[in-house]
């Protein structure tokens, strides 16, 4: 590949900004606001009516637009149309950025717009911005400039990468697949206590081995929270987790930041785990402000703002900011049923969020939480089943995650000419 193919360019050459105003003639389309979208999947395929919807649904899109968000555009809120999108309406908060197909294929574009070196520039750029809420606009994305091969090269190298994002969606598929499996078996044991109904009635219940349903009871009592199994308990939160609130180094203290002890903010709370932070403090920050470590396995909840109730579990070492709780299982109360408690009752903790447009939920209010818990042997016996599926969506994460590094490190020798692409992918 001989670098004098290339050609260096702005993306205001080849790409334009699409704000067509949909048509609206149906009775229900399918809105995408910024949180419908994540890193390349559209979160949400559902009707709703045209009546309720809010007034920044406004714009049209087709296939092969990239649909960006303009608020923190390092968050991940971006997808590639690659479907007939005629009943969808989106958020004016998303550029719609549809390519020249004569200069630059589109999903080139789009695995250009989203490599990890561009989004952190254009965060960067929103940051520097200031304001709120850090914010892009299409002038800055325009300025961007790249190395372009030709379009037969673009297409070869989108054929190289998008293998790996392949792998990357299956890996993120199956430990989306474990979690649900994880959640399932919570729900009927723990929340609607299936195995007790069943044995209740005189029956086996479903699925379920002869040994481990002689270890559930067969009668309810009265509690709190009403009927519970007979011999379990209602405890506070704080009596089976460690509540931990986090705090944030002060900024104006160069001193406290640029070390090695991992920090999140309640941003990285909407990741599926959390896997790396969002900071590094030092130790000196660390012991100089209220943040706490948080082991591996801890669940952290987001409790003010934007994030509110988004829930995760940290896969490192790691402190976090004030807007983030951690719950870290104590003694024999195992992280991944604390993890799953939360999945399940979600709902119900930011019930008690208090405030006017910040809402906020206190570490208090999470501390005199209720919540059920089983006897020992039928929380082991749980443990025992969970464990391996917690350890296997982690494996399959850090494998996608490493995918993900690979690919954007590709991105730009691919486009430089550094690497070759392979003959057989240029004559296809």
């Given at each position: 590949?001989?670098?004098?193919?290339?050609?260096?360019?702005?993306?205001?050459?080849?790409?334009?900004?699409?704000?067509?105003?949909?048509?609206?003639?149906?009775?229900?389309?399918?809105?995408?606001?910024?949180?419908?979208?994540?890193?390349?999947?559209?979160?949400?395929?559902?009707?709703?009516?045209?009546?309720?919807?809010?007034?920044?649904?406004?714009?049209?899109?087709?296939?092969?637009?990239?649909?960006?968000?303009?608020?923190?555009?390092?968050?991940?809120?971006?997808?590639?149309?690659?479907?007939?999108?005629?009943?969808?309406?989106?958020?004016?908060?998303?550029?719609?950025?549809?390519?020249?197909?004569?200069?630059?294929?589109?999903?080139?574009?789009?695995?250009?717009?989203?490599?990890?070196?561009?989004?952190?520039?254009?965060?960067?750029?929103?940051?520097?911005?200031?304001?709120?809420?850090?914010?892009?606009?299409?002038?800055?994305?325009?300025?961007?400039?790249?190395?372009?091969?030709?379009?037969?090269?673009?297409?070869?190298?989108?054929?190289?990468?998008?293998?790996?994002?392949?792998?990357?969606?299956?890996?993120?598929?199956?430990?989306?697949?474990?979690?649900?499996?994880?959640?399932?078996?919570?729900?009927?044991?723990?929340?609607?206590?299936?195995?007790?109904?069943?044995?209740?009635?005189?029956?086996?219940?479903?699925?379920?081995?002869?040994?481990?349903?002689?270890?559930?009871?067969?009668?309810?009592?009265?509690?709190?929270?009403?009927l519970i199994p007979a011999g379990w308990l209602l405890k506070r939160v704080d009596a089976v987790a460690d509540v931990l609130l986090g705090g944030t180094p002060s900024k104006s203290k160069s001193e406290y930041w640029d070390g090695d002890v991992a920090w999140i903010n309640s941003g990285a709370v909407n990741e599926f785990r959390v896997l790396k932070p969002s900071a590094y403090i030092t130790k000196?920050?660390?012991?100089?402000?209220?943040?706490?470590?948080?082991?591996?396995?801890?669940?952290?909840?987001?409790?003010?703002?934007?994030?509110?109730?988004?829930?995760?579990?940290?896969?490192?070492?790691?402190?976090?900011?004030?807007?983030?709780?951690?719950?870290?299982?104590?003694?024999?109360?195992?992280?991944?049923?604390?993890?799953?408690?939360?999945?399940?009752?979600?709902?119900?903790?930011?019930?008690?969020?208090?405030?006017?447009?910040?809402?906020?939920?206190?570490?208090?209010?999470?501390?005199?939480?209720?919540?059920?818990?089983?006897?020992?042997?039928?929380?082991?016996?749980?443990?025992?089943?969970?464990?391996?599926?917690?350890?296997?969506?982690?494996?399959?994460?850090?494998?996608?995650?490493?995918?993900?590094?690979?690919?954007d490190s590709l991105l730009p020798g691919l486009t430089s000419g550094d690497l070759e692409i392979p003959a057989e992918l240029l004559e296809a």
């Open positions: 590949m001989e670098r004098s193919h290339r050609v260096q360019s702005t993306l205001s050459e080849m790409v334009q900004s699409i704000s067509v105003t949909h048509r609206f003639d149906k009775a229900q389309l399918i809105f995408l606001n910024t949180s419908d979208i994540y890193k390349g999947e559209v979160l949400n395929r559902s009707h709703t009516d045209v009546s309720s919807m809010p007034g920044q649904a406004k714009k049209s899109i087709q296939r092969g637009d990239i649909l960006l968000s303009e608020i923190r555009p390092a968050n991940g809120r971006w997808v590639y149309i690659d479907f007939d999108a005629d009943d969808y309406v989106v958020s004016t908060k998303l550029m719609v950025l549809r390519a020249d197909q004569t200069k630059i294929d589109s999903r080139f574009l789009y695995l250009f717009l989203t490599s990890s070196e561009v989004s952190s520039r254009l965060q960067a750029i929103a940051e520097y911005r200031s304001g709120t809420f850090p914010q892009i606009t299409f002038d800055q994305v325009a300025e961007l400039e790249i190395e372009l091969p030709s379009l037969t090269q673009q297409k070869a190298i989108v054929d190289i990468l998008d293998s790996l994002d392949s792998k990357i969606r299956v890996n993120q598929q199956i430990a989306s697949t474990l979690e649900q499996i994880a959640q399932t078996i919570f729900k009927s044991w723990f929340v609607d206590f299936d195995p007790v109904h069943a044995k209740a009635r005189g029956e086996q219940p479903v699925g379920m081995d002869t040994e481990t349903a002689a270890l559930f009871p067969d009668a309810f009592e009265e509690s709190e929270l009403g000196l920050g660390h012991e100089k402000s209220s943040t706490k470590l948080l082991r591996p396995g801890t669940t952290v909840l987001a409790i003010t703002g934007a994030t509110l109730g988004q829930f995760s579990r940290v896969e490192i070492p790691t402190t976090a900011n004030q807007s983030v709780i951690g719950l870290s299982g104590l003694g024999s109360y195992a992280d991944e049923y604390i993890y799953l408690w939360v999945a399940n009752n979600i709902s119900d903790i930011i019930q008690k969020a208090t405030g006017g447009a910040q809402q906020h939920i206190n570490r208090n209010d999470v501390c005199e939480h209720l919540i059920v818990m089983p006897c020992d042997s039928i929380l082991q016996n749980f443990t025992d089943m969970m464990r391996p599926l917690f350890v296997e969506m982690v494996v399959l994460l850090r494998q996608s995650m490493t995918l993900e590094e690979l690919r």
